[in-house]
């Protein structure tokens, strides 16, 4: 094969690439000679045509009129085009504002001249001003955009780029031209765009800057074998999530690298670009638009309080951190037991809100001198209850330390709120806890009973928010998945029927927010998690998105459920029933009546088993939550 051709283009030196190394000033002074060439040219040109190319016609006079004012003129045309910013424009983007600007300028040069050959009593002919205007133009838009026309000849006949991808674009509107209009521009991009997809019937058939628009979305997979398409990007900022997910449905249907253009704000404040594009995420695939909740509205309840937050350095608590310190809270205080989650919410905070009140203290819910002191220091008039160990397969390795955490954190911390006079205390729980088949749900199951009972003790109002999983918190599956996809596979997936409810952080968060203004004491809130999604297809859409085919590329492999995994999660124990609020999204549980007296002796008895590291912890806490599995591997 000969490649000669192809490597001595790709060692050709373009005249904009010297352009491209040559420093700023020296453009300009390059443009500005050349400006001045441009008078000189035009002057004398105009002249010419008047007289109809013969020289033996022009008058002296005018040739002499031409000289005196030529460097008044080039003066004048310096000084106005510095003033019209043609010599500090970038003309590698240059457009209709740009163009505008050259007419602008040369037509005030234009007038101007008229009126100094009156003032130094010039004679030339009255067409010679509107020639000059008309050549001027003509040669000033050579100049300013003749980086253009060399780029548009180097991409099209004697590219830089070693290799290319195909592209196409979903989205024929003003944010798909834009980043046809970079990828054309930046000889950095390896990527050109080979064809457009539009569902409007106007646009369809036509051409974007040499691209055609070849159809709606039933001609992707078409157009994907037909222009040998390797890298999708849709370029809708406006579109819903419903229609995002169909479109990523058809895409994944083929072996392209899918990416997607992250919303309306990079228009507005024109930062389109290739840089802005970002993977399709798991919140694109799950079909939904985003739970907006008006916290402005809810948030009043905690507006100029102090209010505390244990496990705040953890993905939720972190996120309660900062919504928290959008709404005017008077004081927050963090607590933590990770010195390195404690120092990077704070220094984040510090940096975000430098008005903000702000203490963040190192501490273990399970130290009951310690969470006494800090109650009776700080006064909070609301808790907000995160620390917690989650991981169900480490917990059900050791499970003494989920239930002296768990439990008796929440115990500790629930009472020393009680003693001081906290108004609303809101535990963090999780559907794990209905019908547990780990020591972790089971654990946060009693914390819920521990909610209900201090409820009646204390004059706090005390309650608990129960949800899913969250999407891209420590320890989730999203993460893993996209780790073991870098190191080239396999993906694992604990068995190819198991399910899950998903929700984002900042979605959890708000609706835990919002929980919290609905508590009078006693309630367990269960939050609307949306449609269940299977694990396995979360796994196949996010090695299709990554460019990758299953199976070939990456493969899937099953390891079946981890010691108290279940293959799909509830909300809600059968007996609890539900109740609506006003937000259709939160829901609250009628709570289980239980012997309050005789839990707190299980209680008591339960402290007592842990601190010794009992090895009959689980049947213990089963005595406490009847609806508590355990395998026969734990017996």
Not at 207 to 216: A, L, R, S, T
Not at 237 to 259: F, G, N, S, W, Y
Not at 344 to 352: A, R
Not at 554 to 566: A, Q, S, Y
Request: glycine letters at 6%; hydrophobic letters at 40%; charged letters at 20%.
């Amino acid at each position: 094969m000969n490649t000669g051709g192809k490597q001595d283009r790709e060692k050709r030196i373009w005249p904009m690439e010297l352009v491209n190394d040559t420093p700023l000033w020296v453009r300009a002074v390059m443009l500005l000679l050349f400006d001045a060439l441009a008078v000189y040219l035009s002057s004398f040109l105009a002249l010419a045509i008047r007289f109809e190319f013969d020289l033996s016609k022009i008058d002296t006079m005018c040739i002499d009129s031409v000289y005196r004012y030529l460097v008044v003129n080039v003066l004048c045309t310096i000084v106005v085009f510095y003033l019209f910013r043609l010599y500090t424009s970038l003309w590698k983007y240059a457009s209709v504002q740009e163009l505008c600007n050259i007419v602008f300028a040369v037509v005030t040069t234009g007038v101007l001249q008229l009126i100094g050959m009156h003032l130094m009593q010039g004679v030339v002919p009255r067409s010679y001003y509107v020639l000059y205007i008309f050549l001027m133009l003509f040669f000033e838009i050579c100049i300013r955009f003749c980086y253009r026309f060399f780029r548009f000849f180097r991409n099209e006949f004697g590219s830089t780029r070693k290799s290319t991808s195909n592209v196409m674009v979903i989205g024929a509107g003003d944010a798909g031209a834009a980043i046809l209009k970079e990828m054309c521009l930046s000889k950095y991009v390896t990527q050109q765009v080979r064809c457009f997809i539009d569902d409007s019937t106007a646009k369809q058939g036509k051409y974007i800057q040499g691209c055609p628009v070849v159809g709606g979305h039933d001609k992707i997979l078409e157009a994907v074998e037909e222009y040998q398409i390797e890298k999708i990007i849709i370029a809708i900022p406006t579109a819903a999530k419903k229609t995002i997910r169909k479109l990523v449905d058809i895409c994944q249907q083929t072996d392209c690298e899918i990416r997607i253009l992250p919303g309306t704000y990079q228009l507005i404040n024109g930062e389109v670009s290739v840089s802005q594009l970002r993977e399709v995420s798991i919140e694109d695939l799950l079909g939904r638009d985003q739970i907006q909740v008006n916290l402005e509205e809810i948030l009043g309840y905690v507006k100029g309080e102090t209010v505390l937050v244990t496990g705040g350095g953890g993905s939720i608590g972190s996120e309660i951190c900062r919504q928290l310190a959008k709404h005017e809270v008077g004081r927050l205080i963090i607590v933590d037991i990770y010195e390195n989650n404690a120092y990077e919410i704070q220094q984040e905070l510090k940096h975000d809100y430098p008005e903000l009140n702000l203490e963040v203290l190192i501490a273990s819910v399970r130290n009951t001198n310690r969470m006494n002191m800090i109650m009776e220091t700080y006064r909070p008039a609301v808790v907000y209850h995160a620390a917690a160990h989650k991981h169900v397969p480490l917990m059900e390795d050791s499970p003494n330390e989920a239930i002296k955490n768990n439990v008796f954190g929440t115990f500790k911390t629930a009472q020393a709120a009680g003693r001081n006079g906290v108004k609303r205390f809101v535990l963090i729980s999780t559907d794990k806890a209905v019908n547990p088949t780990n020591i972790m749900g089971a654990s946060k199951r009693i914390c819920e009973m521990i909610i209900q009972t201090l409820n009646n003790q204390y004059k706090t109002d005390f309650v608990a928010v129960r949800f899913g999983n969250v999407l891209g918190s420590n320890g989730s599956v999203i993460p893993l998945f996209k780790r073991q996809i870098a190191a080239g596979g396999p993906v694992t997936v604990t068995h190819p029927d198991i399910i899950r409810y998903f929700m984002t952080i900042p979605e959890a968060v708000s609706l835990v927010l919002q929980a919290g203004a609905y508590a009078k004491g006693g309630e367990i809130f269960v939050l609307d998690m949306g449609e269940s999604v299977k694990i396995l297809d979360l796994a196949k859409n996010l090695i299709r998105l990554s460019g990758y085919k299953v199976g070939e590329d990456i493969e899937i492999h099953f390891t079946g459920l981890r010691p108290g995994e279940k293959l799909y999660e509830e909300l809600l124990m059968d007996e609890e029933g539900l109740q609506d609020t006003e937000n259709q999204l939160i829901h609250i549980g009628k709570p289980i009546d239980f012997d309050e007296e005789k839990f707190l002796n299980q209680l008591e008895e339960l402290g007592n088993a842990t601190n010794k590291d009992s090895q009959s912890i689980r049947r213990m806490v089963q005595k406490i939550v009847p609806t508590y599995v355990i395998k026969k591997d734990d017996l």
